[in-house]
């Protein structure tokens, strides 16, 4: 009799089959089911040819050939099609059975998901995977959250796969209930919209500022890539910059300059609007991809209004190296702003989230792995109850050494005419922290002034509210709500 399966996975796009080998690799046995059957077929006769892999053309065969407590998991696209596949699983499978979701699935309906299976007596997990193909392939990233009683059964199979530290230690670890898993997937993918236009921004200035070419640029990156700025993106970067195409000249050049996206990072921008969080900087890495959308309009607003750029007088090299440090400034802020918001989601959620094991788990195999990931598990390790990671001595030290040369590479690029409104606004969301007085009392007060809508006094405890009759007609009434 055929052995059976350890796990089952449903879904066999690049990253699906790729996550299979990665499995079969580690010694585990996987049975595979697609609803194109004939990709089943393909994959066994090509890519998983000579391996342990089991192919099945049904749901119900696939099911079948599954250990208990069956584990199923999903690499199917997100939305509508994992709940058609849920729907179609749930009744081949028996209480205490898990579903695991790995695609890149909307927090929400991850925590949904729990909580309509656990009423079928059925476990889920919704882990989020970050890595790309090879990622996939030969260690990727994995943040599951869900059902806790699931973890133990699943443990050994994702951390196996997971990419490993220096250490050993893997990329994977129990995020926390419900939706966290995907939750913690969508803010790094938020941070990766940040990191890479802050890396667009840097090229951008030193392509229309000094004048520099592809070639000179990835020598710069690469060069930076050797110190704190060790990063993925920074590193692929400079292999970018260095690419031709086949006439010699350089590919970057020949790229149209409009970016898609999948739309993480836009669920990052609203999840922090909804828990009243500035996440400033990921925010206008989002509204940057939809300001180069508009290739047309732009193209008709140059001629209209012009864009020429005047080229940097100054000492070529000071900027490049101003610009390592606004760069790095820059993109501690862009993590910081992360953790606000998963700070913020914990509490809102019950989630207790270890802050500095989502640090261990981004340190390799995902998109954003950068060396100061583990700057950032240290600081959590000093205190746990780190509020915000720019109070830390360490980064705190980083950013004051960094903060001159952050303000000259804003001011010369918004002189020239470049845009830099990542850089721009992590340097504005810095000032504005660490202010102790806002110009919000004169907002508060204009709010009042139209609405009625009240507002505290200095001098008095927080949680009083009062209203002014301004102009002498407005009477006593006011707002029943108040949002400071």
């Not at 994959?43 to 053309?57: D, S």
């Not at 584990?71 to 009744?91: F, N, Q, S, Y």
């Not at 890396?199 to 229309?208: G, L, T």
């Not at 000032?431 to 709010?447: C, K, M």
């Amino acid at each position: 009799m055929t052995e059976k399966a350890d796990i089952g996975l449903i879904g066999l796009a690049v990253m699906g089959q790729n996550l299979v080998l990665n499995m079969n690799d580690h010694g585990f046995t996987v049975a595979v089911y697609n609803r194109t059957t004939s990709k089943v077929d393909r994959f066994l006769e090509n890519e998983a040819r000579g391996t342990k892999v089991i192919g099945t053309h049904s749901l119900e065969e696939l099911v079948s050939q599954l250990k208990t407590p069956r584990r199923v998991m999903l690499m199917v696209k997100a939305g509508k099609p994992v709940d058609a596949t849920i729907e179609a699983l749930v009744p081949l499978l028996e209480p205490g059975d898990i579903i695991i979701d790995g695609g890149n699935s909307y927090y929400g309906d991850s925590t949904r998901r729990t909580q309509e299976l656990a009423e079928k007596g059925l476990l889920f997990i919704g882990t989020g995977v970050s890595g790309g193909e090879e990622g996939a392939r030969f260690g990727p990233s994995i943040m599951p959250g869900g059902s806790p009683d699931a973890w133990p059964h699943v443990k050994e199979i994702l951390q196996s796969i997971a990419a490993k530290v220096a250490d050993g230690t893997p990329c994977c670890d129990w995020v926390g209930e419900e939706g966290a898993g995907h939750f913690v997937k969508m803010v790094h993918n938020g941070i990766e919209y940040g990191d890479m236009q802050l890396i667009c921004e840097a090229y951008d200035v030193m392509q229309h500022a000094l004048g520099m070419s592809p070639a000179e640029m990835s020598t710069v990156f690469a060069d930076w890539n050797k110190g704190k700025l060790d990063s993925f993106l920074i590193e692929i970067t400079a292999e970018i910059l260095a690419y031709n195409d086949e006439d010699g000249q350089p590919m970057v050049d020949k790229i149209l300059d409009t970016a898609g996206q999948k739309g993480t990072g836009k669920w990052t921008a609203v999840s922090a609007l909804e828990q009243g969080i500035p996440l400033t900087l990921i925010g206008e890495a989002v509204f940057s991809r939809f300001l180069s959308a508009l290739k047309e309009e732009r193209v008709d607003a140059a001629g209209v209004l012009g864009s020429s750029t005047p080229t940097y007088q100054g000492d070529k090299n000071a900027l490049i190296a101003d610009l390592k440090e606004a760069l790095f400034a820059s993109k501690l802020v862009s993590y910081t702003q992360g953790y606000m918001l998963m700070r913020a989601a914990s509490q809102e959620f019950g989630w207790s989230l270890a802050y500095g094991n989502i640090a261990l788990m981004w340190r390799e195999g995902c998109i954003i792995r950068a060396a100061f990931l583990d700057d950032i598990q240290a600081a959590f390790e000093r205190d746990p109850k780190l509020t915000n990671l720019l109070l830390d001595d360490f980064f705190k030290q980083q950013v004051q050494q960094a903060a001159d040369s952050w303000r000259r590479v804003v001011s010369t690029a918004v002189t020239l005419g470049i845009p830099v409104p990542a850089m721009s606004s992590a340097l504005a969301f810095y000032d504005g922290y660490r202010r102790e007085r806002l110009p919000a009392n004169l907002l508060q007060a204009q709010r009042d002034y139209f609405g009625a809508h009240t507002y505290e006094r200095l001098d008095k405890p927080r949680g009083e509210f009062f209203h002014t009759n301004w102009t002498g007609e407005g009477g006593d009434i006011t707002s029943s709500s108040y949002n400071a």
